[in-house]
Nanobody, 127 residues
Framework: VQLQASGGGLVQVGDSLRLSCLASGSTSTSNAMAWFRQAPGKEREFVGTISLSSGSTYVADPVKGRFTISRDNAKNMMYLQMNSLKAEDTADYYC?????????????????????WGQGTQVTVSS
């Protein structure tokens, strides 16, 4: 699976932004997709995940109530709607997809679960 993330940019505190992730290749074998982010000098952290079969989602506590994940299977797209952005949301955002090889390797919140990664899109929230 090849992933391409887009939609990042420079916004102000309190603004909204929607990230997109286009998947191509053997997307039908993926069970879950996710968003992670990595701020400068910090480790990559889980943001949220979505089941490609049920559409159920789960987001991390720091973004709960502000970020929403959705997908459009017909377009092979996943989205991250980010509202009420904070300065601490500044990071490179990565989309990821799992595969049959990784589905039992780790939970959906763990990096090891995902073996396809997009190139990252930068989000900067200015105060």
């Amino acid at each position: 699976v090849q992933l391409q993330a887009s939609g990042g940019g420079l916004v102000q505190v309190g603004d909204s932004l929607r990230l997109s992730c286009l998947a191509s290749g053997s997307t039908s074998t993926s069970n879950a997709m996710a968003w992670f982010r990595q701020a400068p000098g910090k480790e990559r952290e889980f943001v949220g995940t979505i089941s490609l079969s049920s559409g159920s989602t789960y987001v991390a506590d720091p973004v709960k109530g502000r970020f929403t994940i959705s997908r459009d299977n017909a377009k092979n797209m996943m989205y991250l709607q980010m509202n009420s952005l904070k300065a601490e949301d500044t990071a490179d955002y990565y989309c990821a997809a799992d595969s049959p090889r990784t589905v039992f390797r780790a939970t959906v919140v763990q990096i090891a679960r995902y073996d396809s990664w997009g190139q990252g899109t930068q989000v900067t929230v200015s105060s």
